[in-house]
């Protein structure tokens, strides 16, 4: 019996794999792999049954369709709901409290345990009256449960809800499109598999036409229930929801002897009806939206690095409205600079309050590799506290909505795309020439991440692999250990005792920055002109690597060191042009940033403001 059964769940995962293959990677439309397939599997079905009803002998199957559970089983199942729903809101509360967020009263709290837990209760008593609950609704539950989990809770749900509101943008946000349609359609044959287990116990039989328009109720149930039909709305329970009131509707026609045509055409104009409503209700949505300025939009966007905090609120045409700035707290608890980037947040949503405006969404960059899905820190050399940390979901909890996380010089990159130096192109390379060097790739409009999302380090490009300077990477030769402010005030350093006229002198060892050094070569310093000419070697290496690689429309260089581009760009480029093909380094536009410090804040802006809620 369980081979059987087992069986059925692995013909349905085949038959959903075989058709989201065909709409994820041949590009066939959705719904005509649907219909093609409820023909197609229909006929495999006539042949192998050769069109006659199989009866369900065996007690066991059947009892799967059509017995209860215990009621005593019943009253237990009640008991660990309602104990759930109690540790759920107290977790959540006490996680509220932890991350300085205003928290719920008792009396509060009581009401949210309270309310479902009576539902549940009574439930399970009206049930218990009839008999106990049936083993299908145990099932439905259940399936319902793990789906509502998995849509609200898990980067996959969220990850539909994207593709289903706005493939395009969910494509330009990283998201692997093909690899998810797949897994949903996996996910849904699963559930046909289970659910034809379920029928067939139930009926007694298996026939060739069980299910035979059913396909219409299941739309027609998830558009009652809140689905949209444009995609990225919906949730699991309005679906049970709107099967529960079609179920209802179908019953009570049948109770009172509705004859068989005016049924089908009363459920054809409640389908018609509620995908009207969706319609008109995001028409209206729209026409609201329209109406209100543009600042009422806005994305929260924070840069955290090592040295400062700084968070803004940015609106749909990439202008900055409020910002804050402040020093990023060097603690050793991750869970206190969670609580800083939320009071950040906060402070934002306050000041645009002033104004009407209301925050949408918030969207965080660091200065490290994060895992794009997770929400993990996966190395963050100027913030250790941060390092294998699940940022993501502990600013979730904090703020009690979706936070988007990316790597700070990914998002430098589209901030320029979209903002600034290289407004209008497609394929960029953008270099953020700081503490470090960071880089972001952009390829045909797509923020190229890699399959681990280490991609776009190309600080760590070796530029000089015999004898270089050591980098806190461990490699040697590092473009950051020759290019980076760091870099460069070292080099200055290094070379005072070979240059003892140099203006430099009049500074403490200590105290010189890069700021300084770039100031003392526009003046013709010998030493800080030599520093800086040795750093545009090494960059215009690095970047004839990008040009020879990625064949780029730009070459962006940003950061603090970017300053001094007028003094970097001619070794810069003397070494791009010797190191690259003609027509590509000719054609590659190599320049300084224009977004300054904000391009992080912008290109964070730009994810969420392609991204959509959920």
Known sequence: MVPSLGSAIVVGLLIGAIQGTLVAYVNIPAFIVTLGGLEAWRGVILKLTKGATIPVENPFFRSLGRDFIDPRIGFGLAIVAVAAIAWINIRRNRARQRHGLKVLTAGAIAVRILVPSVAIVAFIFLMNKAGGVPIPVIFLLAVALAGSFLTANTTFGRYLYAIGGNPDAARLSGINLRRYILAAFCSMGVLAGLASILHTARVGSASPDAGNLMELDAIASCVIGGTS??????????????????ASLDNGMSLLNVESWAQYVVKGGVLVAAVGFDMFGRRKAQRVTHGLPKESDLVCAVDLGGTNLRAATVDRDGHIRERIRNPTPQSDRPEEVVAFVAAAVRDCEAAASTRGAKIQSVSVVVPGTVHIETGLVVNAPNLYSLQGFKLGPALECALNRSVLLENDANAAALGEMWQGAAKGCQTIICLTLG???????????????GMDGTAGEIGHITVEPFGGVQCKCGNTGCLEVYASATAIVRMAREGLAQHPDSWLHSIAKDDLTSEQISSAAMAGDTLAQEVFRTAGVYLGIAMADCVNIFNPEMIVIGGGVSAAWKILAEPAREEVLRRTFPLPAQRCRIGPAECGDDAGLIGAAWLAFQTPSW
């Open 229 to 246: 039909l444009m995609g990225g709305r919906g949730t699991v329970f309005g679906a049970v929801l709107g099967a529960l009131i079609l």
């Open 435 to 449: 503490t470090g060097v960071g880089g972001g790739i952009i390829l045909d409009g797509k923020l190229w991440r």
